[in-house]
């Protein structure tokens, strides 16, 4: 809860800060696909797969891979979420996932179980994700635990 309360003003900020045309839903999370990405279920009944935006995690063949999209799964299946999509549409969207009132991809970096794609995220709010990276790794969480140097080069897995 304390979480969520110190979240809450960064959050609505950045809310406010979205352009106008930037699509907003809800729907309830059917699974998480990978660590980065959850098959949710809109309103209407399709099925949308959404990446989660700025953040990348370990392949699914990987261990890490598979603990990743299981603590995705555990956090967010048959819950109602919020997607505010960035990019994409119809059944495969890039977005933020929002569940009671956090980001699924600043909780996945929070954890150690993802980390930010300076490739693709390119909003302020990636500069905070960093913080919670760093933080992570110097914890070992998650993929940090067995990969205290840093994640492999190239990695690409939706």
């Not at 370990?58 to 799964?73: F, T």
């Not at 119809?90 to 699924?104: E, F, M, P």
């Amino acid at each position: 809860m304390r979480h969520a309360i110190l979240a809450l003003p960064a959050l609505l900020a950045w809310l406010l800060a979205l352009p106008a045309d930037c699509p907003a839903w809800t729907g309830r999370v059917v699974e998480a696909a990978s660590g980065h990405a959850l098959l949710v279920r809109a309103q209407d009944g399709s099925d949308i797969l959404v990446r989660l935006y700025g953040i990348e995690s370990p392949g699914p063949a990987e261990k890490a891979g598979r603990a990743s999209r299981e603590a995705l799964d555990g956090m967010a299946r048959d819950r109602e979420v919020d997607v505010l999509t960035v990019a994409g549409n119809g059944t495969r969207v890039d977005g933020h996932v929002i569940l009671d009132l956090q980001d699924l991809s600043s909780e996945m970096v929070r954890l150690g179980m993802a980390w930010v794609d300076w490739r693709h995220c390119v909003k302020g709010v990636c500069d905070r994700w960093l913080l919670q990276e760093q933080e992570a790794r110097a914890a070992g969480l998650g993929y940090w635990r067995d990969h205290p140097l840093g994640k492999p080069a190239g990695r690409d897995v939706f």
